[in-house]
């Protein structure tokens, strides 16, 4: 297959154990006017020995250790092709990747990027959980604001637009793809999404629990500076929906410091969301919400819910307390004691429902009516017309669509 030339960046640290696999997985498309450079992080281990083995059908960069978001723009700058196409180095293509997401820019020539879903997988390459098939497309910017829904594995971008927009910021070690993602919809430049599985992404056991806290530290920059951007739509600056942005960040960095085992910051992120929007713990939806983000990657979904019940409601019990213990607590927060356990009451009982322990259930329900009568009408009320869930995100109730690749 012919057509446009496309430049393949893949950042590389340590990836000995990988890197000839992502390297077979691009080389294998079906679409052939490639160049394939991947940019070497200073890697301590055999990488480069690893990627030289491939000769002249790979472009070997090395540079000092600076991260990937220097790497990739190392690699675009060495680049030629009208369109750059990202791959982490431990991540795998599927075969018609290059050409599906060509085609779609092909299409939709005024298009900042266009992008497709993912399955994750294991470090033996087994595949874990559900297929994520986001399908945002068009006017991507207040979704994205939301959570970012696809990672570099994921896209395709005209060189075009990033000449426009610019690259990675060198100055974001954790989220710059989002960043960029970002200032592509801010640009008003539409993003296409190909509602197909095209790569698989390799979920690690070794990723540092470090970056999982840092992560939401930078994610609160890239939203500054989003929100702070004077093309920003007049109907995304209220008050209401930028709330909704910082709190649907915080609930889910919360999650993943939870799943990690990060307890103090995982109940401190959840305590920063609720600063933001109180009434957000008088709403079961905000726990449910939380206790699908702690589920392993493999089980976020309402059956993996109903098989982790009894953990699922020993972690929001705990986080609770654990909010409500912690020192300054707002009297604003106080105040929604009594109606944030009810609402953990309620979460609980639709869990137990779940499983089909029906009885409890029942009696978690009614404890959560002896709590706080009102806050079961309001929830039962809610659930009547379909306006359950409290917090904004990428996802729907059968599958979560996680964010975790970015």
């Not at 991507?140 to 910021?169: S, T």
């Not at 059956?303 to 705990?318: E, F, I, S, V, Y």
């Not at 009408?377 to 017309?385: D, E, K, N, V």
């Amino acid at each position: 297959m012919t057509g446009a030339l496309v430049s393949v960046v893949i950042p590389a640290y340590n990836a000995g154990a990988f890197i000839e696999e992502a390297l077979q997985s691009v080389l294998g498309q079906s679409y052939s006017n490639l160049e394939v450079i991947v940019v070497d992080d200073e890697s301590t281990d055999d990488t480069r020995a690893r990627v030289a083995a491939f000769g002249a059908r790979v472009t070997l960069i090395p540079q000092a250790n600076a991260g990937a978001a220097v790497a990739r723009n190392t690699g675009i700058r060495h680049s030629h092709g009208t369109y750059l196409a990202f791959l982490d180095a431990d991540d795998i293509w599927l075969p018609n990747k290059v050409a599906r997401l060509v085609d779609a820019l092909e299409r939709h020539p005024g298009a900042g990027a266009a992008y497709h879903g993912y399955v994750a997988m294991d470090e033996d390459g087994a595949v874990v959980g559900q297929p994520v098939l986001p399908a945002h497309d068009g006017d991507v910017l207040e979704p994205l604001l939301l959570g970012c829904f696809f990672g570099p594995p994921m896209v395709m971008i005209p060189r075009a637009c990033l000449d426009r927009v610019g690259g990675f910021d060198p100055e974001l070690r954790l989220g710059e793809d989002w960043d960029l993602f970002l200032r592509i919809a801010l640009a008003g430049l539409p993003v296409r999404c190909v509602p197909e599985i095209l790569v698989r992404c390799r979920a690690h056991r070794t990723n540092t629990t470090r970056d999982l806290v840092r992560a939401a530290a930078f994610g609160r920059v890239i939203l500054d500076r989003a929100f702070a951007d004077p093309r920003l739509p007049a109907r995304l600056r209220t008050r209401r929906f930028r709330t909704a942005a910082y709190k649907t960040h915080a609930v889910f960095q919360a999650g993943r410091c939870l799943r990690a085992g990060l307890w103090a910051d995982g109940v401190a992120l959840f305590l920063e969301a609720a600063r933001l929007d109180p009434r957000m713990l008088s709403r079961p939806s905000s726990y449910l919400d939380l206790a699908l983000r702690t589920l392993p990657l493999a089980d976020q979904t309402w059956p993996g819910l109903a098989r982790h019940a009894d953990q699922a409601a020993a972690l929001l019990t705990n986080v609770l307390e654990g909010l409500f213990q912690s020192s300054g607590l707002p009297t604003e927060l106080a105040r929604q004691r009594r109606p944030a356990w009810s609402a953990l009451w309620i979460t609980i009982s639709v869990v137990q429902a779940l499983a089909h322990r029906y009885a409890v259930a029942a009696a978690t329900l009614g404890r959560a009516f002896v709590t706080d009568p009102l806050t079961v009408t309001a929830a039962l009320a809610r659930a009547g017309t379909g306006r359950w869930m409290s917090i904004p995100s990428s996802w729907r109730p059968v599958r979560l669509w996680t964010t975790e690749r970015c």
